[in-house]
T-cell receptor
Framework: DTAVSQTPKYLVTQMGNDKSIKCEQN?????MYWYKQDSKKFLKIMFS???????INETVPNRFSPKSPDKAHLNLHINSLELGDSAVYFC????????????FGEGSRLTVL | AQKITQTQPGMFVQEKEAVTLDCTYD???????LFWYKQPSSGEMIFLIY??????QNATEGRYSLNFQKARKSANLVISASQLGDSAMYFC?????????????FGAGTRLFVKA
């Protein structure tokens, strides 16, 4: 059983489209995150949720909208995709907001044409 | 301002030798955590080792050890007896508090090449 799973693993889409990435963790963790890894491998935090509550929003354009229906799930919806959104998006979880290491999903590679 | 600095974009090491990957950090929070993650070419992020700011001893996990120099704000990763499978990107990360909670931020990474 994969601890943190993301779908889809690959997304190729046209500029202007809307897409979603789903994430689920079966670790019983309270906190979930979205990170963006750009083409230079730089990892930047986007959002963090603790028990379904948004606690970090790192000045991400409002075209990005996270949703956490329950503490085991954190989805990312992106509207009006732009070329610069091409990246690998990682979902991660941790036992608590201030504790433990991050457990990462496998990443979702988004390519915007 | 850069909070986590990894000054070595790329490093080479001979198989079976030890290698040190540098990491310096900047924080005014007295309570923080330092982490190292490995990202092989397959893309997944693998947790390696953790050091808390109040830990007196350097963390060790198998062939990985963290050389924690608090006054210098450095948290270098030492990999002993390098193996070919150690070839990967290595990221230093710091969890610190901020208004509203905690967040983990990452350095730019060091790509390690292990030569046979």
């Amino acid at each position: 059983d994969t601890a943190v799973s993301q779908t889809p693993k690959y997304l190729v889409t046209q500029m202007g489209n809307d897409k979603s990435i789903k994430c689920e963790q079966n670790l019983g963790h309270d906190t979930m995150y979205w990170y963006k890894q750009d083409s230079k491998k730089f990892l930047k935090i986007m959002f963090s949720y603790n028990n379904k509550e948004l606690i970090i929003n790192e000045t991400v354009p409002n075209r990005f909208s996270p949703k956490s229906p329950d503490k085991a799930h954190l989805n990312l919806h992106i509207n009006s995709l732009e070329l610069g959104d091409s990246a690998v998006y990682f979902c991660a979880s941790s036992a608590g907001e201030g504790s433990g290491e991050l457990f990462f999903g496998e990443g979702s590679r988004l390519t915007v044409l | 301002a850069q909070k986590i600095t990894q000054t070595q974009p790329g490093m080479f090491v001979q198989e079976k030798e030890a290698v040190t990957l540098d990491c310096t950090y900047d924080t005014s929070d007295p309570s923080y955590g330092l982490f190292w993650y490995k990202q092989p070419s397959s893309g997944e992020m693998i947790f390696l080792i953790y050091q808390g700011s109040y830990d007196q001893q350097n963390a060790t996990e198998g062939r990985y050890s963290l050389n924690f120099q608090k006054a210098r704000k450095s948290a270098n990763l030492v990999i002993s007896a390098s193996q070919l499978g150690d070839s990967a990107m290595y990221f230093c990360a710091m969890r610190e508090g901020y208004t509203g909670g905690f967040k983990t931020i990452f350095g730019a990474g060091t790509r390690l090449f292990v030569k046979a």
